[in-house]
Nanobody, 119 residues
Framework: QVQLVESGGGLVQAGGSLRLSCAASGRTFSGYNMGWFRRAPGKERDFVAAISASVGSTSYADSVKDRFTISRDNAKNTVYLQMNSLKFEDTAVYYC????????????WGQGTQVTVSS
């Protein structure tokens, strides 16, 4: 069982930055692929970024590439999402996910943290 708790959301002006954190419970955090997803008002939940369990390879949605950076600290059981050059369209609830396999069918999800970008 893994419990995920996101933090770091808030209100920021366009062009600003935020760093989201996702703290995970459990002693096997390093064995999980971790990811961030987001759901904008009235839209489906979309993939944002992922980082693998083993070598820490990363992947990003095209819409956030070169602006967002995902990282993990296995000693702290935490995954981060550094968001720079924020745009109005980045406004959404951001969710952390953990999976032994594909994140699309992740077993564990956080409760979400709201990010609001003012234009």
């Amino acid at each position: 069982q893994v419990q995920l708790v996101e933090s770091g959301g808030g209100l920021v002006q366009a062009g600003g930055s935020l760093r989201l954190s996702c703290a995970a419970s459990g002693r096997t955090f390093s064995g999980y692929n971790m990811g961030w997803f987001r759901r904008a008002p009235g839209k489906e939940r979309d993939f944002v970024a992922a980082i693998s369990a083993s070598v820490g390879s990363t992947s990003y949605a095209d819409s956030v590439k070169d602006r967002f950076t995902i990282s993990r600290d296995n000693a702290k059981n935490t995954v981060y999402l550094q968001m720079n050059s924020l745009k109005f369209e980045d406004t959404a609830v951001y969710y952390c996910a953990a999976s032994r396999g594909s994140l699309i069918s992740a077993s564990y999800w956080g409760q979400g943290t709201q990010v609001t970008v003012s234009s």
